[in-house]
């Protein structure tokens, strides 16, 4: 079994009036297997607290830990923590031009294992993959994220995920701007990588409308940079019904 484990993280990014401190002392422990739903308003750190995890640059941690089975993930480059485990879905997938599909998920595979995967078998396991998350198979050949719509862009973060297999994978927002279909086949693959592996999850989420397809082991509601309130499934119903203007006044 891992653990990741985020001990009073306090982090700011430098701006034009100076240092702005966005985490204000995160806690929280994730075990394998678990699921744990974040909450929160827009602005109140969300995407902050996944980048800092990931390694974002922009992102300074002046106080806390986050460890992964007791290693410090902060003293790790972005790609150390990648292949310590860490799997990242950003909010806003990130376009690259001239690199298609097929080379990005080959080379980030190869950078993982530290070897390249067989032609044949990688490949079949890329076509079957993309087939499950009902993804055409000239999508390999398009370049990544390259005009791709907003439900494409978080199919891939999805494809990447379930063909890397990592220990932890923090989901920010994956849900934001999908119609139903595509929620559901973005749900299945996570369902999918939950039941076939020891994988934890950290789902970052504005909505509770995908809690409907994915059930967290605990939830968490954040406001301003910290855990307000952490229960399990019943606070996410809760949610539902009360909104987070109790959290806010
Ligand atoms: P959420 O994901 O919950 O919507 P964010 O983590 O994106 O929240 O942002 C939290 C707060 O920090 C917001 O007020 C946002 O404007 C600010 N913020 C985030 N990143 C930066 C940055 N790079 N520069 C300046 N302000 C930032
Ligand atoms: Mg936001
Ligand atoms: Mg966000």
């Known amino acids: 079994m891992s653990t990741l484990t985020i001990k009073n993280l306090h982090v700011q990014v430098e701006t034009n009036d100076g240092p702005k401190p966005i985490l204000k002392g995160v806690d929280l422990s994730i075990d394998s297997r678990e699921i744990h739903a974040i909450m929160g308003p827009n602005g109140s750190g969300k995407s902050t607290l996944a980048y800092s995890i990931a390694g974002h640059p922009e992102y300074e941690v002046t106080d806390g830990e986050v460890l992964l089975d007791g290693a410090n993930l902060l003293e790790m480059s972005v790609d150390e923590r990648a292949r310590a485990g860490l799997f990242l879905a950003m909010q806003y997938p990130v376009e690259v031009p001239g690199v298609t599909v097929a080379n990005f998920l080959r080379t980030a595979k190869t950078a993982l294992d530290g070897q390249a995967p067989k032609v044949r078998q ?27 719509s907003g439900g494409e862009k978080k199919r891939f973060e999805i494809l990447q995920m379930e063909l890397l297999k990592p220990r932890f994978a923090v989901l920010d927002e994956t849900d ?47 406001v301003d940079g910290r855990v307000a309130e952490q229960g399990g499934p019943d606070l996410a119903d809760r949610l539902e019904e009360e909104g987070y203007d109790r959290f806010l006044s």
């Open 122 to 148: 990688w490949v079949g396991e890329v076509d079957a993959a993309m087939e499950r998350l009902r993804m055409d198979s000239s999508f390999s050949e398009r370049d990544v994220n390259t005009g791709f």
């Open 176 to 222: 934001s701007g999908l119609d139903v279909d595509a929620l559901r086949v973005v749900s299945e693959g996570v369902n999918r990588l939950h039941g076939s592996s020891d994988a934890g999850f950290l789902l970052i989420t504005h909505y509770t409308r995908i809690l409907r397809y994915i059930k967290p082991s605990h939830v968490h509601v954040f």
